[in-house]
C-alpha cells in the first residue's frame, strides 16, 4: 500500500462520528449481508443494462433506423454517461450520503430504462441510455463505498469486493441472455427498468448510511469539462470510419485534448475535486486506473461488437448469439467468483497482468474465425478470453479500494471505473470503425479489430506488471 501525504490522509467516516470501532478487527455491520446482496444485484442490473444492446444492436439499429457508422452512439451512450459522471458520483457519493446516491441511482436507471424501450429514434435512445449511464455511475460509485463501510476488516473486504466483482462478470452474462431470449428489445428494457426498480424499494429499508463529508461543493465544472471531452473524443472515432484525415475528425481530437487540459487545470485549482490527480503519484492508485483504461479498451471495446459481428456475418439469431456469448461471460463470471481464493498469494496487480495476457491469446484464436463461417473456431478463444476477464474483473474493485484512502473509497471506485469506461467508449468506436471500414468485408474488419485488441492487452499487461509498488 503507498504511504498517502496529508491531503489524501484519509478523513473521519461516519462510523467514526458515530462512536463505533473502525480498526482492523471491527466486525462486519448488523446489516453487512444485506448490503452485500443489494449492492451485487444493482451492480448485475446496472451491467445488464449496460450490455443488452450488444445482442439487440441489429434489430435495434433496424427499428430506429440507424446508419452502420451512428451505431457506435447505441452502443456507447450508457458507457458515456458513466465515464463522464461516475467520478462527481464518487464524491457526491462520500460527502452527501452512499445510500442516498445509491438509491438515487437505481430509482432512475429503473425510469430511465423504461423510457429506453419507447424510444422513437436513435436520438431518443441515444439520451435516454447516456441517462442509464449517469445512473449507473451513481451506483457503481457508491456501492463499494457501501461495501467498505459495511465489511470494515481487510478479510471482510477481500470477500465483499470478490462478490461484487463477480457480479459485476454475472451482470454481462445475463444481459445479452435476456435480452435476445424476449421476443423484442423493446421488452427487454422493460423487464430491466422494473428489476432496477425493485432493488431500489428493498434497499429503503435495508442500507445504513454512510459517508465522509469533506466540506464544499460538488465540482460541477470538472464534471462539465470531463464530460465534454468524451464527447469530443468519442464522435472523433465515430466519424472516424468514414477517413481519419478528415479535417472535423481533426478538430473533434484537438478538442478533447483541450477540454482535458481544462479539466486538469479546474481539478488543481478547485478545493473539492472530483478526482485528487496527486494520487497518480501512488503506483498503486496508477495501476487501478490503467487496468480500468486498458479492460475497457482492449476487452469490453471487442467484446461490445463481437455478438453483432456473430449475427451479420455468421448469420446466428439473437438468442444463439446470446448464448455462444454466454461462454465467455459465463466463464468470467465463475473466475470472479473463485479469484478470490488466490489474494493470499497473488497480488491484483499481478492477477490484472495474467488477466490481459489470457485475454490477448484467446482473441488471437479468434482470429480467422469470421471468415472461417464456423462458430466452432470462436470457442476455445471464448474460453481463454473469459478466464483473463475474469481476473480482471476480481482485481480490479480489491484494487481501487486498495489504492486510496478508506475514506475516499467510493472516489477510488468511481476513478478506475471512469478509466474503465473512457476505455470501452473508445474501444467501442474504434473496434466498429475498424470492423466495418476493411473492404475485405466483415471478416477482413474483425481480424483487423482483434490485432489491436491483442497489442493492446499485451501493452496492458506490461504496463500493470512494472507498476510494482516501492518498498
Known amino acids: 500500500?503507498?504511504?498517502?501525504?496529508?491531503?489524501?490522509?484519509?478523513?473521519?467516516?461516519?462510523?467514526?462520528?458515530?462512536?463505533?470501532?473502525?480498526?482492523?478487527?471491527?466486525?462486519?455491520?448488523?446489516?453487512?449481508?444485506?448490503?452485500?446482496?443489494?449492492?451485487?444485484?444493482?451492480?448485475?442490473?446496472?451491467?445488464?443494462?449496460?450490455?443488452?444492446?450488444?445482442?439487440?444492436?441489429?434489430?435495434?439499429?433496424?427499428?430506429?433506423?440507424?446508419?452502420?457508422?451512428?451505431?457506435?452512439?447505441?452502443?456507447?451512450?450508457?458507457?458515456?454517461?458513466?465515464?463522464?459522471?461516475?467520478?462527481?458520483?464518487?464524491?457526491?457519493?462520500?460527502?452527501?450520503?452512499?445510500?442516498?446516491?445509491?438509491?438515487?441511482?437505481?430509482?432512475?436507471?429503473?425510469?430511465?430504462?423504461?423510457?429506453?424501450?419507447?424510444?422513437?429514434?436513435?436520438?431518443?435512445?441515444?439520451?435516454?441510455?447516456?441517462?442509464?449511464?449517469?445512473?449507473?455511475?451513481?451506483?457503481?460509485?457508491?456501492?463499494?463505498?457501501?461495501?467498505?463501510?459495511?465489511?470494515?476488516?481487510?478479510?471482510?473486504?477481500?470477500?465483499?469486493t470478490g462478490v461484487w466483482g463477480a457480479f459485476v462478470s454475472g451482470g454481462i452474462a445475463l444481459g445479452p441472455l435476456v435480452a435476445g431470449a424476449l421476443p423484442t428489445w423493446r421488452l427487454a428494457y422493460a423487464v430491466l427498468g422494473a428489476a432496477a426498480l425493485v432493488v431500489a424499494v428493498l434497499g429503503l429499508g435495508r442500507l445504513s448510511e454512510s459517508r465522509s463529508p469533506r466540506g464544499g461543493r460538488p465540482?460541477?465544472?470538472?464534471?462539465?469539462?470531463?464530460?465534454?471531452?468524451?464527447?469530443?473524443?468519442?464522435?472523433?472515432?465515430?466519424?472516424?470510419?468514414?477517413?481519419?484525415?478528415?479535417?472535423?475528425?481533426?478538430?473533434?481530437?484537438?478538442?478533447?485534448?483541450?477540454?482535458?487540459?481544462?479539466?486538469?487545470?479546474?481539478?488543481?485549482?478547485?478545493?473539492?475535486?472530483?478526482?485528487?490527480?496527486?494520487?497518480?503519484?501512488?503506483?498503486?492508485?496508477?495501476?487501478?486506473?490503467?487496468?480500468?483504461?486498458?479492460?475497457?479498451?482492449?476487452?469490453?471495446?471487442?467484446?461490445?461488437?463481437?455478438?453483432?459481428?456473430?449475427?451479420?456475418?455468421?448469420?446466428?439469431?439473437?438468442?444463439?448469439?446470446?448464448?455462444?456469448?454466454?461462454?465467455?461471460?459465463?466463464?468470467?463470471?465463475?473466475?470472479?467468483?473463485q479469484a478470490k481464493r488466490l489474494a493470499d498469494r497473488v497480488s491484483p496487480r499481478l492477477q490484472l497482468a495474467v488477466g490481459f495476457t489470457l485475454n490477448a491469446l484467446g482473441v488471437l484464436t479468434m482470429l480467422g474465425a469470421i471468415d472461417s463461417g464456423s462458430w466452432y473456431r470462436l470457442l476455445p478463444g471464448l474460453i481463454v478470453g473469459g478466464i483473463g476477464s475474469g481476473l480482471l474483473n476480481a482485481a480490479l474493485p480489491l484494487l481501487a479500494v486498495d489504492s486510496v484512502p478508506p475514506a475516499r473509497a467510493a472516489m477510488g471506485s468511481g476513478a478506475q471505473q471512469t478509466f474503465r469506461y473512457i476505455g470501452s467508449c473508445a474501444g467501442v468506436a474504434l473496434t466498429i470503425a475498424l470492423a466495418t471500414s476493411s473492404r475485405g468485408g466483415l471478416g477482413q474488419g474483425a481480424n483487423v479489430a482483434m490485432a489491436v485488441s491483442v497489442v493492446l492487452s499485451l501493452v496492458a499487461a506490461g504496463a500493470v506488471a512494472g507498476l510494482r509498488e516501492r518498498a
Request: hydrophobic share 55%; net charge positive; no cysteine.
Open 1 to 160: 500500500m503507498p504511504r498517502f501525504n496529508d491531503r489524501t490522509a484519509p478523513k473521519a467516516d461516519s462510523s467514526e462520528v458515530a462512536g463505533t470501532d473502525p480498526s482492523p478487527v471491527a466486525s462486519p455491520a448488523p446489516n453487512a449481508r444485506a448490503t452485500l446482496a443489494l449492492t451485487s444485484a444493482a451492480t448485475a442490473v446496472t451491467l445488464m443494462t449496460y450490455t443488452a444492446p450488444m445482442v439487440t444492436l441489429p434489430a435495434t439499429a433496424a427499428d430506429l433506423h440507424t446508419g452502420l457508422s451512428a451505431q457506435a452512439w447505441l452502443l456507447n451512450g450508457t458507457p458515456l454517461g458513466l465515464a463522464a459522471v461516475l467520478l462527481v458520483a464518487g464524491s457526491l457519493a462520500d460527502d452527501y450520503g452512499r445510500r442516498r446516491i445509491f438509491l438515487a441511482g437505481t430509482l432512475t436507471l429503473g425510469l430511465t430504462t423504461a423510457l429506453g424501450a419507447l424510444a422513437s429514434s436513435t436520438l431518443l435512445f441515444t439520451l435516454a441510455r447516456i441517462a442509464q449511464g449517469a445512473a449507473s455511475a451513481a451506483i457503481l460509485a457508491s456501492s463499494l463505498g457501501l461495501l467498505v463501510h459495511a465489511f470494515p476488516t481487510a478479510r471482510g473486504r477481500l470477500h465483499a
Open 219 to 337: 465540482d460541477i465544472v470538472g464534471a462539465l469539462t470531463f464530460g465534454l471531452a468524451l464527447v469530443a473524443l468519442i464522435a472523433a472515432l465515430t466519424l472516424g470510419r468514414d477517413g481519419w484525415l478528415r479535417p472535423q475528425v481533426g478538430l473533434l481530437f484537438l478538442a478533447a485534448v483541450a477540454l482535458l487540459a481544462a479539466f486538469t487545470w479546474v481539478e488543481r485549482r478547485t478545493a473539492t475535486p472530483m478526482i485528487d490527480l496527486g494520487l497518480l503519484r501512488h503506483r498503486a492508485f496508477l495501476a487501478s486506473s490503467t487496468g480500468g483504461l486498458f479492460t475497457g479498451f482492449a476487452v469490453i471495446g471487442l467484446f461490445s461488437f463481437l455478438p453483432a459481428l456473430f449475427q451479420r456475418a455468421l448469420g446466428m439469431s439473437m438468442l444463439d448469439t446470446a448464448l455462444l456469448f454466454l461462454l465467455w461471460s459465463g466463464v468470467s463470471f465463475a473466475v470472479a467468483l
